[in-house]
Structure formats: C-alpha cells, structure tokens
C-alpha cells in the first residue's frame, strides 16, 4: 500500500508540472508584443500588398492556440528580414474572402508568395528558422 502512495505522489506532481509549464507557455506567447515591421492585412489590402516582391503570409485567428504560438515567430521573422520581405499577417475570422480564394482550411497557415505567387505553404506552427529559410529561398530565386 504505501508504494501506491509513492507513485501517485509522483503523477501527481507531474501532472502538476506539466499543467503549470503550459500555463507559463501561453502568458508568455500572448503577451508578446508584435513587431512593428509587421504588416497586417485585410481583404482589401491582400493583392495589392503581395503583388511585388516577397511576402511571407500568416492567416491566423484570435481563438487559435497554435496561431498564439506562432505570432511570436512571425514577428521575429519581421523583426530580422523585415526591411527585405513583407512579414505579413492575415485575419481569417474578420477577412474571409482571401482565406476562401486560397483554400484556407487550417490555421496557422503560411504562406509565401512572390510577385503574387504562392512558392512555399506551411500548416501547422514552424519554426522561426524554417521561415526565415523559406523566404530567403523566395528572395534568391
């Protein structure tokens, strides 16, 4: 009997833990400011924005965790290579019609587009190397 204390004891408090290590995880990604190289877009603004030069696009939506989590990427992503790219960010839940044309169906989604063209997509949260690669590849070619 007393090594089921022990052990619930120990599940206990790792269950604990990993409650607590999330909860500190999303007050630190919500409350990252966003980079002010950092272009946020609308319906009206998309093509116009993307049409020349290099554009890495984040469709993202306020009640979406993963999105929470990749911000923070984005806006470092913007931060470092903003002068040469456009570090973009799209609301999909107040601008439905450009996530609609583009067959959004998941969120975060990224794309990157250059001179209007989409060259690379991601779904899903990616690393802040993993886009900075794919739009220096965009700006090469």
């Keep these: 009997m007393h090594i089921f204390w022990i052990v619930f004891g120990v599940l206990f408090i790792i269950l604990v833990f990993s409650f607590y290590r999330r909860y500190k995880m999303m007050a630190t990604v919500s409350g990252k400011p966003e980079s002010e190289k950092l272009v946020i877009l609308t319906d009206a603004t998309f093509k116009k924005q993307i049409a020349k030069g290099v554009s890495l696009v984040d469709f993202w939506a306020a009640w979406c965790t993963p999105c929470k989590i990749q911000g923070p990427m984005v806006s470092e992503v913007a931060e470092e290579i903003g002068d040469e790219a456009k570090i973009c960010k799209l609301d999909v839940q107040n601008n439905q019609r450009v996530a609609a044309e583009l067959g ?36 090469k070619n």
């Excluded at 990157?112 to 900075?132: A, D, E, P, R």
């Design 104 to 139: 959004i169906r998941n969120i975060p989604t990224i794309l990157v587009f250059k001179n209007g063209k989409i060259v690379k997509k991601f779904v899903g949260v990616k690393t802040k190397s993993v886009l900075m690669k794919a739009v220096k590849e965009a700006l």
